[in-house]
């Protein structure tokens, strides 16, 4: 295998490089590429920054566009009362390496036209270009309706004429979720300016647009009301030639009210994906309304993570050592090698991993350390582990907590106090809350753990990156048969609870931690060969490399060699 291939030139350019004007600009709203780099809430942004970092790897042509938030999102402390306050930082572009572009973008508001500064941040070779105006761009996801709706067209409209006036052609337009729909409008725009048909101005984008979707559940995708969108978009959208009505029905949908940004992006886009098999399931169903009596056509491309920030440096020496290449592309890094790692090596390395996270988290370096953390979003079901205390509290196990509630959800942040509360009284010493989840406790906390631990409630679980993380690192997943776990799972290196209701799911839970994991811990030998499965089995077909390959493979060269 390795030896076919020469490796010093990129997997682009071994397999692609004939395939013409390929270029890629890819839009979204959130990116998590460094953690003091703040300007990402969680999964969402943190795979947008993966996706750089592969794609930079693998050689695949692709600038990046988002904002840069002054504010960032915020930093969590908790109170006295145990309930999350928010502060919000001041980033500094040129502390955090940004540099300011030659160029202004400008931007109609809603009749109020601002100018945009545009900053560049190299992720390895893929510059990601992010558009600042600080009065619109004052924190992720802060502010009302409208607020929103002015970041939106910021990112989708400012975007493209940044892009524009840097001189930088891209023949392929990647939609990471809905927020960055309008780009498609001020794409038409331009096609219509430069003499084309509204019509053929709105095929030619279709064909030169990729869109996934990551929201299974109706009120996560973004919709406004049809007088906001008037207000900000019309304008816009007459100068390409499409009236008002044309507009709003491009965002309709049957049992949506109002206009959303996820059917905005599937009709103007002709490569749409889910995140996970399952998702691309749960999302066909929930936009079939779109094209009434066909089939729905959007695909799936499961997430990955990218290995070189997820592989615990230890580890990712380890398998270096029994001559795994991590870095490379799933087919040439050489993954079943990492079945012959020694075990008393292997469980060396977990050791010095879990100390460092038990020691910050003052327990007990010998119990079974079960993780669980990611935005404490209610669908993904936090306390359900707590629902039984006594139970839980009978096994010889302990939970590392952490995550942030959205500032406006005050229902996730009840589940959040109901933990903290514990972890300071009933369940003190065998339940700890960390603060202020971001890329960098992520790196810690999950390798550390023995067990990851994920229940939401199915099928809302998109894909769930943070189990993929874990899994790369040995940490044995115990999760709901959701997102990527519904098609990951096998007994050789997990367990799975089949998601119905919160008592039989937590009935479940507690059945196989007494009767399964806390035995098979115990049992060392069948443990660290668990361990070994899952890294050799799930860090290749979970490997970012792999998604952005499948990205590229079947929509990023299509798309382009069909560009007018
Ligand atoms: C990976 C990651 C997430 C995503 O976690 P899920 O369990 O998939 O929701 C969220 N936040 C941070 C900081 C992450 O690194």
């Not at 359900?384 to 006594?390: K, P, R, T």
Request: hydrophobic share 40%; aromatic share 8%; glycine share 10%.
């Amino acid at each position: 295998m390795a030896g076919t291939v020469n490796e010093t030139a990129t997997w682009w350019a071994q397999t692609h490089a004939n395939d013409g004007d390929v270029l890629v600009a890819y839009f979204s709203m959130e990116f998590g590429v460094d953690a003091r780099l703040a300007i990402y809430s969680g999964g969402l942004g943190v795979l947008a920054g993966d996706h750089l970092k592969a794609a930079a790897e693998l050689g695949v042509p692709l600038v990046a566009v988002g904002l840069f938030y002054r504010g960032g999102y915020f930093q969590q402390s908790v109170s006295e009362e145990g309930r999350q306050t928010e502060r919000y930082q001041e980033l500094y572009p040129e502390e955090l390496g940004l540099a300011r572009e030659p160029v202004d973008v400008e931007v109609d508001l809603g009749g109020e036209v601002v100018n945009a500064a545009v900053w560049r941040y190299d992720v390895g070779s893929v510059p990601l270009y992010l558009l600042d105006v600080p009065w619109v761009t004052d924190a992720l996801y802060s502010g009302n309706r409208e607020h929103r709706i002015r970041q939106e067209l910021l990112l989708g409209v400012g975007g493209v004429r940044a892009l524009h006036a840097l001189g930088i052609h891209a023949t392929v337009y990647h939609v990471n979720e809905g927020h960055a729909a309008f780009l498609a409008i001020e794409r038409a725009r331009t096609h219509v300016e430069a003499g084309a048909s509204v019509d053929e101005a709105i095929d030619e984008i279709r064909r030169t647009t990729v869109f996934t979707t990551h929201t299974p559940v109706p009120a996560g995708n973004e919709v406004f009301d049809d007088d906001l969108v008037l207000r900000y978009v019309g304008d816009l959208a007459r100068s390409a030639g499409i009236s008002d009505d044309r507009l709003l029905d491009l965002g309709r949908t049957p049992g949506l009210d109002g206009f959303g940004l996820t059917p905005l992006a599937l009709r103007l886009s002709v490569y749409r994906n889910g995140v996970s098999e399952l998702h691309g399931d749960v999302a066909r169903e929930m936009w079939q309304g779109i094209w009434p009596g066909e089939k729905t056509p959007i695909d799936a491309i499961t997430n990955g993570v990218h290995l070189g920030t997820w592989l615990a440096p230890e580890l990712d020496e380890l398998l270096r050592e029994a001559g795994v290449r991590p870095e490379a592309p799933p087919d040439w890094a050489n993954w079943p090698a990492a079945r012959e790692l020694d075990p008393d090596a292997l469980g060396r390395v977990h050791e010095t991993l879990k100390r460092r996270l038990v020691e910050h988290a003052s327990l007990d370096p010998e119990r079974l350390t079960i993780g669980f953390a990611r935005r404490f979003a209610t669908y993904k079901r936090a306390g359900l582990v707590y629902s039984n205390l006594e139970r839980l509290l009978a096994l010889p196990v302990q939970i590392v907590v952490a995550g942030k509630a959205h500032p406006q959800d005050a229902p996730g942040k009840d589940v959040m106090q109901a933990i903290i509360e514990l972890s300071r009284g009933a369940a003190a010493g065998r339940v700890v809350f960390l603060e202020d989840y971001d890329i960098d406790l992520a790196r810690m906390i999950i390798p550390g753990c023995d067990i990851w631990l994920n229940t939401p409630q199915r099928p809302h679980e998109a894909s769930g990156t943070s189990g993929m993380k874990a899994a790369v690192n040995g940490v044995l997943n115990l999760s709901v048969l959701d997102g990527w776990w519904a098609e990951a799972y096998d007994p050789a290196y997990g367990w799975a609870i089949d998601g119905g209701s919160d008592e039989d799911d937590a009935e479940q839970l507690y059945g196989l931690l007494e009767q399964q994991v806390v035995p098979r811990f115990e049992a060392r030998d069948a443990w660290l060969d668990m361990m070994k499965s899952s890294i050799a089995e799930l860090a290749p077909r979970f490997s970012m490399q792999r998604t952005v390959i499948e990205y590229a493979d079947r929509y990023y060269v299509p798309a382009a060699r069909s560009a007018a």
